[in-house]
Every structure is written in structure tokens, then in C-alpha cells.
């Protein structure tokens, strides 16, 4: 029988019906099925070549991108530390703090909007507003663009990627999202998507276990769903303050800084104590501290997790979800405790681990950024 129920629940997954935990046959809930990423999506306007490739992936680890040339894109994005950092908030721009932890880039180009609480919408636009947010690169895109038509070099690379005597800036951000629309997971690397597949021995018995939990009595399905395991949408699990903003005036100057220019009502400018995270696109209350899901790909090299980066393991937070999450008034109904014991915590963590790579996906090295040319 227990066979049987395996078997069963491993295919509802595959197929997009999952049982939630308090619901009996008959009243199953049908999610998006998990599965291999599919092609990735490719704007109209920025179609991609080898040679806008090569461009962005210079571009992206160039920090003259940046007001005082000193924070690259690969600065808070770093191949090595899972395209993200290992600090549980992002660098600032010198003389500043973030507010944020720094999401990886890997698999970007899947969500229809990007950062934590889906201020943009393109990987053109995210880009942009990196490099020339206040606390992140603050570069002045005049400037910046004056810098790159002072470097023959991408004089050459833009001429043969865009047909232009002189770059622009807008067109770097175009060749910066064409190179991270190369920064996926490759199936064959995973061991979930190579079980997807019909691989039945890619996964181990404790993953195939942690697989029932995940789609069954965990409940994880709910919001991790589809080929990137996000429904690309905005819950507040009560995650709680990380205390590190206690610890530093700037970090609590760059909070109050986000409620002053998102435009939050006086009260509660005054009343800043958190990251509201949706609320400050819409300004409606049901949506202060939700975030958007984020990706569960790659998740063995993306720690630390949260949208502060409160939890540096992943026990760490399968133990918040076990517990029922943390405290807020606008909690999501969602989030309740699971009863997970001991082993099955064990269990759900080998299936997430199977939904990473082998090894750490595209690892590289910076490529020498292009010298100016001395004017004449």
C-alpha cells in the first residue's frame, strides 16, 4: 500500500495534481506541475546573438557601471557564491547600506517579475535599476554611458551588436540581460529534472520520500510550483527581523530611506521597523511583508535565504516552516504548522537539494574589463 501511495503522489506531481494536507480524495487542488525549465523566454525587442552575449557578460562584471567604479553587477551577483552572496544582506554602495539579501540571478529570466517584491518587470529593467539604485551601484547613466564610449573596445562591440557609432545605455542593459538569459540550470545537471525525466534512480529513497512531502503533507506545493518551483507571486510568512538592523544607524537609514521614497503615509514612515515589501507598490495594508516566492532551483548554493537573509541553512528553514512559520498580523493562511518528524524534515531537505545541480552552475572567472583609450 505504501508503495502504491508513493507511486501515486510522485505522479500527481509530475502531472500538476497534489493533494493539500487536510484535503481527501476527490478534493484535490491541481498546481502547476514541477518539471525541467523550459526554453527561455526571449523578448522581441532583445533578441539574443553570441556577440550580445560576449557583450553583456563583460558589461556585467565591468564595476565602471557603478558611480564610483567600484560595484559590478557580479558584485552582489557573484558566480561563485551561487550567482548571489553569502552575506545575509547585499553590500551597499560605499558610504551606505542595503536593506535587502541578494537574490541569485540564476534562472531570472523565468519570473515575470524580478526582485523581492517585483518592482520591475525585465531583466532589462532590473539591471538598470541595480546599477543606478541609491544603496546599490548609484550610477548616473550619463556618466556611465560616457565611460563605455571612452573604451575602444566596446565602440567596436556595440557597433556590431546594434549597428551604433556610439553605445548607449540603454543597449548595455540590453546586452547585460542578453548574458543573464544564459544563467539557467541545464536539466541534465539536476538530478530532480533527470527523475522528471524517467530517470527512476536519480533520486535517492529519501529524496522519492521527501518528494511525497513536498506535493502531500508539507504543503510546499502550494506556492513552489511550476518548472521553477515559484507561483511567481507574494506571501508574508512572518519572517522575523534580522537583528543586524539593530546593530548599524545606516541600516536603519537606508530602511527609513525606502519608505521615503516608495511614498508610505507619514504614520508609517514613523513607524518604520521592517521591510514591507509589496505594500510599497500598492500601499494596500493586506500586502505589507509579503515577498515574492522565490525560486527553490540551485538552493544548495543560494544560501542565506529570506528576503533578509535571516536563516543561513536550509534545516534552519524547513524547521521555520515546520513550526507554522513566524508571527504577523497579515500572515499567510498557508503557512501553518507541519508535524514534520525528525526524519521527514530529512526527507523534504534531500528532494530540495535534488532540485539543485551536480555542482555550482556556471562558475567563471571575471573577464578582464576592457582600458580606455587616453584621448587625444
Known amino acids: 500500500m505504501r508503495i502504491l501511495t508513493f507511486f501515486a503522489l510522485a505522479l500527481g506531481v509530475l502531472l500538476g495534481t497534489v493533494l493539500r494536507p487536510a484535503e481527501a480524495p476527490g478534493q484535490a487542488k491541481r498546481f502547476p506541475p514541477l518539471g525541467p525549465l523550459p526554453s527561455v523566454p526571449v523578448p522581441r525587442d532583445n533578441p539574443m546573438s553570441d556577440a550580445k552575449v560576449a557583450l553583456g557578460k563583460l558589461l556585467f562584471f565591468d564595476p565602471r557601471l557603478s558611480g564610483d567604479v567600484s560595484t559590478s553587477c557580479a558584485a552582489c551577483h557573484d558566480p561563485k557564491l551561487g550567482w548571489g552572496t553569502d552575506q545575509p544582506i547585499s553590500r551597499g554602495y560605499p558610504g551606505a547600506e542595503h536593506w535587502r539579501n541578494s537574490q541569485t540571478v540564476l534562472n531570472s529570466p523565468y519570473y515575470a517579475k524580478l526582485f523581492w517584491a517585483g518592482e520591475v518587470t525585465s531583466l532589462e529593467s532590473q539591471a538598470a535599476a541595480a546599477a543606478t539604485g541609491n544603496v546599490a551601484g548609484n550610477g548616473d547613466p550619463i556618466m556611465m554611458e560616457e565611460r563605455l564610449r571612452q573604451v575602444p573596445e566596446y565602440v567596436t562591440r556595440f557597433k556590431e551588436v546594434f549597428g551604433v557609432d556610439q553605445p548607449t545605455i540603454a543597449m548595455a542593459w540590453m546586452a547585460v540581460a542578453a548574458f543573464g538569459r544564459t544563467v539557467v540550470s541545464k536539466a541534465e545537471n539536476v538530478p530532480f529534472d533527470r527523475y522528471a525525466k524517467g530517470d527512476q534512480s536519480a533520486l535517492s529513497p529519501e529524496a522519492k520520500r521527501g518528494l511525497a512531502l513536498f506535493q502531500g503533507k508539507a504543503g510546499c506545493i502550494q506556492c513552489h510550483n511550476g518548472p521553477l ?21 545606516l541600516y536603519q537609514i537606508t530602511l527609513r530611506y525606502q519608505h521615503v521614497i516608495r511614498g508610505v503615509p507619514e504614520q508609517v514612515y514613523r513607524a518604520a521597523d521592517r521591510d514591507l515589501g509589496l505594500y510599497y507598490t500598492t500601499k494596500r495594508d493586506e500586502d505589507r511583508g509579503k515577498f515574492r516566492t522565490p525560486s527553490l532551483r540551485e538552493l544548495k548554493y543560494t544560501a542565506p535565504y529570506m528576503h533578509n537573509g535571516i536563516f543561513g541553512s536550509l534545516e534552519e528553514v524547513i524547521e521555520f516552516y515546520n513550526r507554522g512559520g513566524g508571527e504577523d498580523l497579515n500572515k499567510s493562511p498557508l503557512v501553518k504548522p507541519l508535524g514534520l518528524t525528525d526524519q521527514e524534515q530529512k526527507d523534504l531537505k534531500a528532494f530540495l537539494e535534488s532540485l539543485s545541480s551536480d555542482g555550482p552552475p556556471h562558475v567563471m572567472d571575471p573577464p578582464e574589463p576592457p582600458p580606455y583609450a587616453a584621448m587625444k
Open 229 to 249: 518551483a515559484s507561483d511567481d507571486s507574494y506571501h508574508n510568512l512572518g519572517v522575523p527581523p534580522n537583528p543586524i538592523f539593530e546593530s548599524s544607524p
